[in-house]
């Protein structure tokens, strides 16, 4: 039920947007959801920090950790999730993610990224899209959180 849900806490959790030379960033469609969208993402493991797990996350989820910081968020973004994805990812240990967003600047070529290289891989596909469409394609209970991300972000040349 919602209150036993709201009692749970959130996961810690790094997202990652990843901007590309013209100032597009990455996003993979979900294997496990066809027509989901989003940016890589991941949780943050005891004591990880949050470059090392936003580092680890791109190498797993998109085959290849070439990139550098541009900065991290001035603050966590919490989102709750629906109760069935609560139980399928994570036994219903937590009621969402609070995430620490991290915008990287990709330094290699579009031939590095490789989504099969973690077993069972994220995406089954990938586009360079501008930063401010990403909320249209993201599923509805992620798009608050994804329009602080563009507000974060939106100053970083494109």
């Not at 949050?50 to 680890?56: C, H, K, M, N, Q």
Request: glycine share 6%.
């Amino acid at each position: 039920t919602g209150f036993e849900m709201n009692a749970l806490p959130y996961r810690p959790c790094v997202g990652l947007a990843l901007f590309n030379k013209d100032g597009k960033v990455f996003v993979g469609e979900r294997h496990d959801s066809p027509d989901s969208w989003q940016m890589p993402q991941g949780g943050v493991d005891a004591n990880e920090d949050i470059l090392e797990a936003a580092f680890r996350e791109l190498k797993e989820e998109i085959g290849t950790d070439k990139a550098e910081l541009i900065r991290i968020a001035p603050e966590k973004i919490r989102y709750d999730v629906p109760v069935e994805l609560s139980q399928k990812h994570w036994s219903g240990q937590y009621r969402g993610q609070e995430q620490t967003w991290v915008a990287l600047r990709f330094t290699g070529h579009d031939t590095d990224i490789d989504l099969t290289t973690h077993d069972p891989s994220e995406f089954s596909r990938w586009q360079w899209v501008p930063l401010k469409e990403t909320v249209d394609l993201i599923v509805p209970f992620k798009r608050i959180a994804y329009s602080k991300v563009i507000e974060f972000f939106s100053d970083i040349p494109h």
